[in-house]
């Protein structure tokens, strides 16, 4: 059995204890089947009141913490967490399994193996329900719409090439102006990107939190979408609901 990343895995043939090192796969599980989570990490907050071991975050788990729980199955990703961490667990006899997901298809596809392959369990039924919705969507007429998506400030970072919330933006008639960078999370100076002249800017409340209060001031005369960073970011059962609600604050603004 081979990873999203195609590195061998060998999990047991019976998964009955999971450690989730990115919360939406934590999510994912949860929702799927509540009781094979043992751990998660810090920022793992879906579903709310999810009683499992905390292991910190997921650039710094505590590798310990996660090798006493003696979990079947170590689920983490490419983007979300470090080799160094994964080789550490994977050192300890553990077996990893490492996603890739940098579209919305992608997630299909990812979240469908991990769930059914490496979890052993079915394709749960919200999984479904994401499919025929994603696949009912249709860019608003008129055109897509060009726009800065920051996610950090101090210093200012924003979505740039093959990222998956730029995929969804995409789909929702969004056209990032930086898709084209060469970096995936360019450093962009202010002035640079007020000087790209966007038609809108879209700020997610994480991972830096972006309010009403704190981020479009930065950007006089453009209009600004505030955004979940959970339906923008995540890749699990809020992709059932993410359309809907990041179209409606994307017609807002």
């Known amino acids: 059995m081979y990873d999203d990343l195609g590195s061998?895995?060998?999990?047991?043939?019976?998964?009955g204890r999971v450690v989730s090192l990115v919360p939406s796969l934590?999510?994912?599980?949860?929702?799927?089947?509540?009781?094979?989570l043992v751990g998660a990490t810090d920022w793992c907050t879906h579903p709310a009141g999810l009683d499992v071991a905390r292991i910190r975050g997921t650039k710094n788990p505590d590798v310990d913490?996660?090798?006493?729980?003696?979990?079947?199955?170590?689920?983490?990703?490419?983007?979300?967490?470090?080799?160094?961490?994964?080789?550490?667990?994977?050192?300890?006899?553990?077996?990893?399994?490492?996603t890739r997901i940098r579209t919305?298809?992608?997630?299909?596809?990812?979240l469908g193996r991990m769930l059914a392959d490496a979890c052993r369990l079915g394709t749960p039924s919200w999984l479904a329900e994401a499919r025929t919705v994603w696949a009912d969507v249709?860019?608003?007429?008129?055109?897509?719409?060009?726009?800065?998506v920051p996610v950090w400030r101090r210093p200012w970072m924003v979505l740039g090439r093959d990222t998956f919330a730029g995929d969804v933006l995409a789909r929702l008639g969004i056209a990032n102006v930086f898709a084209d960078h060469p970096?995936?999370?360019?450093?962009?100076?202010?002035?640079?990107?007020?000087?790209a002249a966007p038609d809108l800017v879209v700020l997610p409340d994480e991972p830096y939190r972006f309010t009403a209060d704190d981020g479009p001031?930065?950007?006089?005369?453009?209009?600004?979408?505030?955004?979940?960073?959970?339906?923008?970011t995540?890749?699990?059962?809020?992709?059932?609901?993410?359309?809907?609600?990041?179209?409606?604050?994307?017609?807002?603004?």
């Open 8 to 15: 061998p895995v060998d999990p047991p043939p019976r998964i």
């Open 65 to 98: 913490a996660i090798a006493a729980l003696a979990p079947d199955l170590v689920l983490a990703n490419e983007e979300e967490n470090r080799v160094p961490d994964l080789d550490a667990l994977r050192d300890r006899g553990l077996a990893v399994w490492t």
């Open 26 to 36: 934590t999510e994912a599980v949860a929702a799927t089947a509540p009781g094979l």
């Open 104 to 110: 919305v298809d992608e997630a299909f596809t990812s």
């Open 183 to 195: 970096e995936r999370y360019p450093k962009i100076p202010l002035a640079e990107l007020t000087a």
């Open 234 to 253: 995540w890749y699990g059962p809020s992709l059932v609901e993410a359309p809907g609600l990041l179209g409606a604050a994307l017609t807002r603004a």
């Open 138 to 148: 249709r860019p608003p007429a008129g055109g897509p719409r060009r726009a800065v």
């Open 217 to 232: 001031e930065s950007f006089p005369g453009t209009p600004a979408a505030l955004v979940s960073g959970r339906h923008l």
